[in-house]
């Protein structure tokens, strides 16, 4: 006799990671405030699973981002940001840096998104990519007035 384990039934109530995640972020904002991770049983998650939850949240966060380009049934994952980024991101969101580190690093992470951006636009293969590669060009060009000001 030849056992099959089909794992645990699906009920109606399962949701999807996402919805979940979405609950997750909806509670979040909704309470507006800190709140001890018990209260997260409001969205129908248990200690344990909150935590988990949280954990994975706060690795992501820490992450570089991407993107996500659709190409017909393809879709490609695109890294928008290098480590570098990540780390002054981290700083100039930190309240308890001073106010000169916090603008350092803005200022750091921004150079490096152009200079990203910069290398991206000269291997733009498309005139959508280029037209868009010439948007945040005019970004720069407009930070960087400011910054003379």
């Known amino acids: 006799m030849y056992l099959m384990n089909v794992g645990p039934a699906k009920s109606r109530n399962t949701r999807t990671m996402l919805e979940r995640a979405k609950e997750i972020f909806d509670f979040i904002e909704q309470v507006g405030e800190p709140f001890p991770k018990s209260d997260l049983k409001n969205v129908n998650l ?3 699973a909150a935590e ?3 954990d994975l949240i706060v690795f992501i966060q820490k992450q570089p981002r991407i993107r ?3 190409a017909g049934r393809t879709t490609i994952v695109e890294q928008v940001e290098q480590k570098f980024h990540v780390m002054s991101r ?3 969101m930190d309240p308890t840096k ?3 580190e916090r603008l350092h690093a803005a200022d750091d992470f921004i150079k490096a998104l152009f200079t990203s951006e910069r290398l ?3 291997s733009a293969e498309t005139e959508e990519q280029f037209m868009n590669l010439e948007k945040h ?3 720069k ?3 960087l007035k400011s910054k003379e000001n």
Do not use: G
């Open 90 to 92: 981290e700083t100039f």
């Open 137 to 139: 060009k005019r970004a």
């Open 68 to 70: 996500l380009v659709k």
């Open 120 to 122: 991206d636009y000269k």
């Open 52 to 54: 988990k939850w949280l």
């Open 98 to 100: 001073s106010i000169e």
């Open 46 to 48: 248990s200690p344990a």
């Open 141 to 143: 060009e407009k930070y």
